[in-house]
């Protein structure tokens, strides 16, 4: 074994010839310099070594300990070490502080605007085609939390609710997406009584005389109970012969509204519920 202080062999009690006692009761570390040269002296078992401090500065004194009775002096290596592990400690001091500040940095950075994250989210959804450019996608998007804000009924599509996620989320927990629903329409043209209202060549047929302004490409208008437009259409081609001609259509109808007020060219309104147009469909008759 080796004494850790100089580096001299020890003998079977433990004895440094240089040091003394390395495991003693005499106490090692440092001390103040009873030279007053310097704040502080290292002492190793009782011995003043050349090692010495000045607040953390670490550095040798020799000629000073010399000045002193029972006088050791320490290899370099020991204050060599003693600076490396100060090195190391303020390394260490260093990156943990540039951790820190990073830290707090990118915690202060501004969130990024809500405008990317609404245009993500319509994507993803597969959203972003119903409107024209991205520039139209947010002006809807903030229209939408403005008409919340004036006090409008937290509905609407689903578009509308990516938009209130992104643009106004404290409408979000209230907000409901109102269903959408395509509509298969029927409109049946019937001449019992043979006065040639109906023209059919066989494959095909169409309103005639009284009823020219029934056929396909004749418009189909959906309204809500205030007059608004709120979906248009066309009759398809008419199947039938001379005494039954039947054309078909379809319209997208979304819920909310209290009335849904259908409309074939100038053939009179027809009211129905949302419910009933889920569930039933539309049959318009004309004729005897």
Not at 160 to 166: G, P, R, S
Request: some cysteine; overall charge negative.
């Amino acid at each position: 074994m080796t004494c850790p202080y100089c580096g001299s062999g020890l003998d079977a009690t433990g004895t440094c010839s240089r040091c003394g006692q390395v495991h003693g009761s005499v106490s090692t570390g440092w001390r103040p310099d009873p030279t007053a040269r310097h704040e502080g002296r290292y002492f190793v078992t009782g011995h003043p070594t050349n090692r010495v401090r000045d607040g953390r500065s670490t550095s040798s004194d020799p000629v000073g300990g010399q000045m002193l009775p029972d006088y050791l002096e320490l290899p370099s290596a020991g204050i060599r070490s003693t600076w490396l592990g100060t090195t190391a400690a303020a390394v260490i001091i260093v990156l943990t502080a540039a951790v820190v500040w990073v830290l707090l940095v990118a915690g202060r950075r501004p969130p990024p605007p809500p405008e990317a994250g609404y245009l993500s989210a319509l994507r993803d959804a597969g959203l972003s085609d119903e409107f024209n450019s991205d520039v139209n996608a947010v002006a809807h998007g903030r229209q939408v939390c403005r008409q919340l804000e004036d006090g409008d009924p937290q509905q609407g599509l689903p578009a509308d609710k990516i938009a209130v996620d992104a643009f106004c989320p404290h409408f979000a927990q209230g907000f409901r997406v109102l269903e959408k629903v395509k509509v298969t329409g029927t409109f049946v043209l019937v001449d019992n009584v043979g006065v040639d209202g109906i023209m059919a060549d066989g494959t095909s047929c169409q309103g005639a005389n009284g009823y020219s302004d029934v056929n396909p490409g004749t418009p189909v208008t959906v309204k809500n109970g205030h007059g608004d437009v709120l979906v248009g259409a066309a009759l398809g081609p008419g199947k039938g012969d001379s005494t039954t001609c039947t054309f078909t259509f379809t319209v997208p109808v979304t819920e909310g509204e209290d009335r849904y007020v259908l409309s074939i060219g100038r053939r009179g309104e027809f009211s129905y519920s949302f419910d009933q147009l889920v569930a039933k469909g539309i049959l318009v008759q004309l004729g005897q």
